[in-house]
């Protein structure tokens, strides 16, 4: 793709183009990191970069570079330099949407493999793709443009939306619902049993799981990713949500729109997640927590009681992340402090 193509896209994304530098109109082939781009890849530095990261302008022999506009001594760097660049607003979103124009997602071929087994009353819409070994259980709806991985089992009365794409190995059970345009990767389980187990003095009693879970438009769930299904109702995971590989969502929990959530989160049952809420890597989240809107936990956080909307928590119990930096910046004093109440006390009862 020549340069002065990247330029005219990505004025109709939404990275915000500023200004631009065409000094040769190369043709840009990759992309790469600053440190390791060469001739006819492209390159970025977004609005945080560090200072030795910028100094690497200089030096870069990327064809191409994407910037931050709001940055003078990235901009009097570039204004000095006869690499192509592009100031924009946004970089970072601007790099994802030039590595969008140079690495096209492949489009699967249209059919259903011979080694599928499709239910009765299965409805496909056009454009949907079912690849080897695949599973569709009865009385399920494939909406238009689905692409199935191989050996995805789906079971019966699901109802999958448009243009999904579900990645290899997926478990889908009964009653799911999906939106359009979600992402499911490799062996995610859907409406897996929820952890429901009633003591009783013969052992445990065990709470059939009858309810489904539902995924709103835009969803993307991690590999390896489990989100249970409740003894009734639903769980319900909201439009344009994005979780991580190897996180578990409890059944009953419900999660508002554009929430993040990283690697190894784990909500307990019947949780309720605001919208825009980020929960980093390892965040537990106790059973029935109400968190508010754009809550951000940072990682290995416990939330163990409700959060109020727009608090950033940390530690274990969850405690505002100021007073627990406050905190944590005093662990490695307290044998110090123990040593001199020590003294202190000592002193005092003579």
Known sequence: ???????????????????????????????????????????????????????LIKTSKASALLLPADDDF?????????????LLK???????????????????????????????NVKIGPGVSIGANVYIGANTDIG???IIHAGVVVYKNVSIGDKNLIHANTVIHSGSILGDQCVINANAVIGGEGFGFVPTSN?????????????????EIGSGSTIDRPSVGETIIGEDTKIDNLVQIGHGVTTGKGCAMAAQVGIAGGAQIGDAVILAGQVGVSNKVKIGDRVIASSKTG??????????????????????LRCSANFKKLPEIAKAIRQLDHRNSR
């Open 1 to 55: 793709m020549q340069f002065n193509e990247i330029v005219e896209k990505l004025k109709q994304g939404q990275s915000g183009v500023v200004d631009f530098k065409i000094s040769n109109n190369t043709v840009i082939l990759a992309a790469a990191s600053l440190e390791k781009a060469k001739e006819n890849d492209i390159s970025f530095l977004d609005n945080n970069s560090q200072l030795n990261l910028k100094h």
């Open 74 to 86: 990235i901009i009097k760097i570039a204004k000095q330099i006869s690499i192509n660049w592009i």
């Open 90 to 120: 946004e970089p970072k979103i601007a790099f994802a949407e030039t590595l969008e124009f140079l690495y096209p997602s492949e489009i699967e071929k249209e059919g259903i493999h011979k080694s599928a087994v499709i239910g009765e």
């Open 144 to 146: 238009a443009g689905t």
């Open 203 to 219: 052992g445990w009693k065990k709470m059939p799981q009858v309810g489904i879970v539902i995924l709103k438009n835009k969803v």
């Open 303 to 324: 939330i163990v009681s409700n959060i109020e909307a727009g608090k950033v928590v940390s530690g274990f119990p969850a405690i505002p992340n100021k007073l627990w």
